[in-house]
């Protein structure tokens, strides 16, 4: 009898779960509805932009040596004047010729076409050398072009007082650039040699 009682208790109970799990009410009220589940978005793994690739910076180039404008060196001449015998006379050679003590020589170097042209004398030594300083008014910078040497004038009381054209003595000689042994402070050039020799009338009373 007992055991029917629980029985039918538990039956009951059973039958009450139901009627709530289907109508939603208890004690004749209803339960709220259910909230529908929030929908998550799936999470994925982070993507990464590439990392920008350096910038290539061309390289800095060097500082240039600075430029200096070259130095115009002052000028000098030199050359030797002989002497020819007569023996030579009329021959374009200095085989017998011996070095010409006081001869004059003349250094001419032309500037702009209005300007005079610049004038310079020198005198032979004993060794028949002579050698001209110019002045600050001629430079290395075209001296090859612009200037020449002539012979001026003879000894004074000397037999060789005929000048003669060899290596450009009456026309002009131009200047040829020496290389010194050593460093100077000007541009050295070199004319001649030039030559003396008898008037032929002094040589043809001879012969």
């Not at 990392?51 to 030797?80: C, D, E, K």
């Amino acid at each position: 009898m007992a055991l029917s009682k629980v029985f039918v208790s538990l039956m009951l109970l059973i039958s009450l779960i139901s009627t709530v799990s289907s109508t939603g009410v208890i004690g004749g009220k209803a339960l709220p509805p259910k909230k529908p589940p929030v929908a998550v978005a799936p999470a994925y793994a982070p993507i990464y932009s590439p990392a920008p690739s350096p910038i290539a910076v061309p390289p800095t180039p060097a500082a240039s040596p600075p430029v200096y404008a070259p130095v115009r060196r002052l000028i000098a001449v030199q050359g030797v004047v002989y002497g020819k015998p007569c023996s030579d006379w009329g021959h374009d050679t200095l085989m017998h010729a011996s070095p010409l003590p006081g001869a004059e020589v003349r250094l001419v170097c032309h500037g702009k076409p209005k300007e005079n042209p610049l004038k310079i004398m020198a005198t032979t030594d004993k060794n028949g050398y002579f050698f001209i300083l110019a002045t600050k008014k001629v430079s290395e910078y075209g001296a090859q072009k612009r200037c020449r040497v002539f012979l001026q004038s003879a000894p004074t009381n000397s037999k060789f007082i005929h000048s003669t054209h060899m290596n450009g003595g009456l026309s002009g000689a131009y200047l040829r650039y020496t290389k010194p042994a050593k460093p100077l402070l000007f541009a050295l050039y070199t004319v001649g040699p030039f030559a003396y020799e008898p008037l032929p009338s002094v040589c043809h009373q001879k012969v």
